[in-house]
């Protein structure tokens, strides 16, 4: 007779299974994509290193899937900023890099792995498709502040690509080295002021705090 999975294993698998992924999240946050061995989130996860391999083929698959979902949460929360925040294209563009950038400073160790540390080809490879993500979410706003006269005629793609790079190589340092409370706050009024040059507000808005906690 055939192996039927009953819904009461089929739980227990997928309980497991999500315990091995934000243990492993938890320990790239600390240790980077290097240090997270199977062994060290089997460790965490109070299992097994075997246990770690009913669930991911290898290191890198678990690798993949906590970026995909670590990364994941934060397009949803920026797309959510620039979409709902009140205010012009300009005011929201200024809020979604701001957001974007206290969250990552308030999670260094896991931004720090999302956006730079060295890791394997699979999570290269994802890196670049969600920098894809977020280059689309800052086009659809600047494209949007074009549209209206806010913003100078330009190509939003190209526009939102340097925005992007540009956010994201101004963080790696501070994300690897913590400074002060007070360096945070500068760097943030420093981004949010790079933002709007780079797609040409005439002016510079107060960015608001806007987004989500998670």
Known sequence: ????????????????????????????????????????????AGMSAGSVYQHFPSKSALAVE?????????????????RESRGDAAERLACGVEVFARRALERRGLAYALLAAPADEAVGAERLEFRRRYRALFADV???GVAVGLLPPQDPEVTAAALTGAV??????????????EAADALLLELTALALRCAGAPTVPTAGPGGSDD
């Open 1 to 44: 007779m055939a192996y039927r999975e009953t819904p009461a294993v089929r739980a227990r698998l997928d309980a497991a299974r999500e315990r091995l992924v934000a243990e492993a999240t938890a320990v790239v946050g600390e240790v980077g994509w290097g240090g997270a061995s199977v062994g060290a989130v089997a460790a965490a």
């Open 168 to 181: 994201g190589e101004v963080l790696v340092d501070p994300l690897a080295v913590p400074g002060s409370a």
């Open 66 to 82: 906590v970026f995909r979902r670590a990364a994941g949460r934060e397009v949803e929360v920026l797309g959510a900023v620039l």
């Open 142 to 144: 600047v494209r949007e």
